[in-house]
């Protein structure tokens, strides 16, 4: 299993900027991808980027495409998700995840961190 601790949350004015860190540890070894997915009150939960843990390559929502960079720095096994031009709507708690070699869906998870944006 994969242990995340999410970090960088925070209330911020709209069109402000937020850096969220997300540091796995455990079973590190076995990860092929981390994501970070999002869920407002009242709404299901949505994926909102992701990164493979080789080569790198990324995935965005539409809604966060051009304002949400993801990233990754395999040496401290952290993923962060840099966000920018942010709006109430991206207001919702972060999570989080990591999936393994075994696995086809994302199966590691963090508590969460909550993001607020005020207009």
């Known amino acids: 299993q994969v242990q995340l601790v999410e970090s960088g949350g925070g209330l911020v004015q709209a069109g402000g900027s937020l850096r969220l860190s997300c540091a796995a540890s455990?079973?590190?070894?076995?990860?092929?991808?981390m994501g970070w997915f999002r869920q407002a009150p009242g709404k299901e939960r949505e994926a909102v980027a992701g990164?493979?843990?080789?080569?790198?390559?990324?995935t965005y929502a539409d809604s966060v495409k051009g304002r949400f960079t993801i990233s990754r720095d395999n040496a401290k096994n952290t993923v962060y998700l840099q966000m920018n031009s942010l709006k109430p709507e991206d207001t919702a708690v972060y999570y989080c995840?990591?999936?393994?070699?075994?696995?086809?869906?994302?199966?590691?998870w963090g508590q969460g961190t909550q993001v607020t944006v005020s207009s």
């Open positions: 990164i493979t843990w080789v080569g790198g390559r990324t």
């Open positions: 995840a990591a999936k393994q070699e075994y696995s086809s869906n994302y199966d590691s």
């Open positions: 455990g079973r590190t070894y076995s990860m092929v991808a």
